[in-house]
C-alpha cells in the first residue's frame, strides 16, 4: 500500500514507520527482548520507536540491517542526481555549493 508522505505529519510518518518494524519483527516471531539484545538496543527504546516516537537514525538504522532491509534505505537519496557527463553536455558546471538566496 502506497503512502502519501507529503501530507503527512512527521508523528504520522514516525507511527507508520515503527508499525511496519513492528509487524516485521512479529512476522518473524521475534519477541520485542530477543530482537533489541540482537540489535544492541535497550528494550526501551526499541518499544519507543514500534510506538512510532521519535529515535535516532541509528535506531532506525540498526533495525533496517537485523531485517536485512538496508539496501533499500540506500534508494531514499541518490548520491548524484547528474554525472559528469551529463553536466558538460549540458554546459554547466559541477556544483561544489548552494547558492545564496537571492532578493527577488
Same mark, same amino acid.
Given at each position: 500500500m502506497l503512502r502519501?508522505?507529503?501530507?503527512?505529519s512527521n508523528h504520522?510518518?514516525?507511527?507508520d514507520l515503527g508499525a511496519r518494524i513492528k509487524n516485521i519483527?512479529?512476522?518473524q516471531n521475534i519477541t520485542q527482548a530477543k530482537m533489541s539484545e540482537h540489535v544492541g538496543?535497550?528494550?526501551?527504546?526499541?518499544?519507543k520507536m514500534e510506538a512510532g516516537?521519535?529515535?535516532s537514525l541509528t535506531t532506525f538504522l540498526k533495525c533496517l540491517r $537485523? $531485517?536485512?532491509?538496508?539496501?533499500? $534505505?540506500?534508494n531514499l537519496l541518490p548520491e548524484d542526481l547528474a554525472s559528469p557527463k551529463e553536466m558538460i553536455?549540458?554546459?554547466?558546471?559541477?556544483?561544489?555549493?548552494?547558492?545564496?538566496?537571492?532578493?527577488?
Amino acid at each position: 500500500m502506497l503512502r502519501n508522505y507529503k501530507i503527512k505529519s512527521n508523528h504520522e510518518i514516525l507511527e507508520d514507520l515503527g508499525a511496519r518494524i513492528k509487524n516485521i519483527r512479529l512476522l518473524q516471531n521475534i519477541t520485542q527482548a530477543k530482537m533489541s539484545e540482537h540489535v544492541g538496543l535497550s528494550l526501551g527504546s526499541l518499544k519507543k520507536m514500534e510506538a512510532g516516537k521519535d529515535v535516532s537514525l541509528t535506531t532506525f538504522l540498526k533495525c533496517l540491517r $537485523f $531485517f536485512d532491509y538496508l539496501n533499500e $534505505f540506500e534508494n531514499l537519496l541518490p548520491e548524484d542526481l547528474a554525472s559528469p557527463k551529463e553536466m558538460i553536455k549540458h554546459k554547466r558546471p559541477q556544483r561544489l555549493r548552494a547558492s545564496k538566496n537571492k532578493k527577488r
